[in-house]
């Protein structure tokens, strides 16, 4: 017979639930908040309101596209942190009110190894294409830039990470000051793909081991910028394009550096990306062209599982339902990274 889990995703401004048959998803449902475009980033107050609005229909949702009944569910899992903290609480008293009216066990999920643990999930029963242990994960998103050693589903040690800014952050603050929307990252992407990357060149941060630093590319694009809008006030509308292929190129070389830095010094040659910025053209070009040249195994998550979703949430549990890993209806979300 097989597992069904019910899972809950509510850690920033995406609202998820998705069922998944053992390691195979059934359905994945998404409602993305808009109300945060306006305000150029995430307003927490905001996000949380939201969610109380969408947990409810978007469950109904999930259940609904998987066609299974409230009654066959065998867990609910749920995103317990890190994240933001009204969000977070609200996921996870639906989780707890669900799990404890339907009588099954509550598994609680770290939202980062959830993005790791995404590579596992399948879409039907015969795929087969996942990383082997030990590979590292290059997990990139608004709010993290990790290099993860990954040697099981539930063993998993940090052994690089932003000392400041986040890549997708970066992404995002140089977007802004560019004067595009929220999030820019995409758009960065997309106009990248029409831009020259090596019309401007931005510094290059020196950090130790396997750490990044993104602040100090965000200061050198701004005051870049401000220098070049004095002597021509349309400079980033005439030279947008090159301006966000330079920038993406200057973020993806960092990431890159350090992942193969990373790579070269532990022998591991399983290599995968997750999280929201691995859905970046250029990473995902670097990450084949390195396959290439270094004999890297590479893993890209399907676009629908790189940003925030329950699936990765609901394959997390399932490898916690199978120890029988649960957790009791007293624990509290985490906000801040807790590995
Ligand atoms: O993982 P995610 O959905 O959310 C959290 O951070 O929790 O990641 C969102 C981040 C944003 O910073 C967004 O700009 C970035 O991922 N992003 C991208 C792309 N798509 C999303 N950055 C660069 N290129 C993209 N194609």
Redesign the pocket.
Known sequence: MSVKILAIES????TSAAVLSDDVVLSNVIANQLVHEEYGGVVPELASRAHQQNIVPVVQKALNDANVNKNEIDAVAFTRGP?LMGSLLVGTAFAKGFALSLGVPLIEVN?LQA?VLAHFIKDSSDSTNVPGFPFLCLL?????SQIILVNDYDKMDIIGQTIDD????A??KC?KVMGLP?????????YSKMGNDTAYSFSKPKVAGYNYSFSGLKTSFLYFLRDSLKDNENFIEENKYDLCASL?KA?VDILMDKLELASMQTGIRTIAI??????????RDALDKYSHLKKWKTYIPKFSY????AAMIGISGYYKYLKNDFCSHEVAPFARLNF
């Open positions: 850690s920033c401004d995406d994240g939202h993005h990139v998103s608004g709010g993290n986040a890549a997708g952050e992404f995002d977007a929220y999030p820019g990252g995409p758009l960065i992407d997309k993406q973020i997750a999280g929201g910025v691995s859905a970046n053209s250029g990473l790189t940003t925030d979703n």
